[in-house]
């Protein structure tokens, strides 16, 4: 191999086991291996076991689309070679018609989950990133900032409803502008650790980063496809932290949908989950069926209603996204002709 796997600096890079144990004899002997830092139409920029930089052109089968910032990939020094399975990954469902997923970030340890002391704190955005997280075996963290100017509530009214989304979920109360909170983040930003932010524009994702990197990093917020469906220029890209670690940023993640989430969204509600394996009917829909344990437990007073309509719109959120394009064609058929029935039983009416 033309680098030891047991560099330091490949270590520091995020490689583990899980990476090594997918090369071969030969791989070994030839490839290196990299860390895709930038994402490009036409080439990718990664980082060697030196920590240098090296662009190289995507040719043949390889496509920007099957890649994300983040990935670990081989290389013979000069051409990709392969991309390397990913320990975690982060996707959305892609802008248009298609049912494609777009990448977002590769082999990310932590996700940090911002939101702030004032009308931005939302229960439901929370649980849909929080669904994210889990669904990609990354370790959710809730960061609310603002801690210093708090509006409406005390700022550990906000952290309490926050712990009571989810108890796998550390919850931190910060102002992202004092460098003691910002060092409370870095315990999950040291040597081979990868980070990425999320949240609403204005809560101060690019402030945190700022601290965690020393580098003004634009987080988030950025439209990939205006109305028109015409693209913009989007990059992602990592960036290292001041804890030794890697921070991604993710232009595009501000709106990000859930799809093929349907494992973090059960982990997320597991009390709502367990409740529904008591039903009367296995297919339950938890409206109007008899023996239904969900309806029953929300009438005892034992499940918060507003919880329940938050599941019930996330579940049908990820429904619909993770539909094929098969399945979308004919749900758009299936809508076309229910149209065009009631438009002709409207004119029938009215003796057309």
Known sequence: MTSDLNTPNLILLGWSQFFNGQLDLEEFETLTPVRLSEVRRRSIVVLTPDLERQEIALTGDHVATDMAVGDFALTDGERLIR??????????KAAGVSAQAQLIAANIDTLFITTSCNLDFNEARLERYLAIAI????????????????EDMPGEVYADRAKALYDGAEVLLINAKSPDDIARLERYCGMGQTIALVGSSGVGKSTIARGLTGKDIEVGDIREDDAKG???????????????????????????????????????FEDITDLATQCKFSDCQHQTEPGCAVRRAVENGELDPERLERWRKLMEEDARNSETIAEARERGRKFSKMVKTTMKTKKARRGE
Not at 83 to 92: A, M
Not at 137 to 149: G, L, S
Request: hydrophobic fraction near 40%.
């Open 83 to 92: 991309v390397l399975d990913r320990k975690t990954v982060i996707s959305r």
């Open 135 to 150: 669904e990609a075996e990354a370790t959710p963290v809730i960061v609310i900032t603002k801690a210093d100017k708090p």
């Open 230 to 268: 015409r693209h913009t220029t989007t990059s992602r890209s990592m960036h290292r932290m001041h804890a030794g670690g890697w921070l991604i940023d993710t232009p595009g993640m501000r709106e990000l949908a859930l799809h093929d989430a349907s494992e973090g969204i059960a982990t997320l």
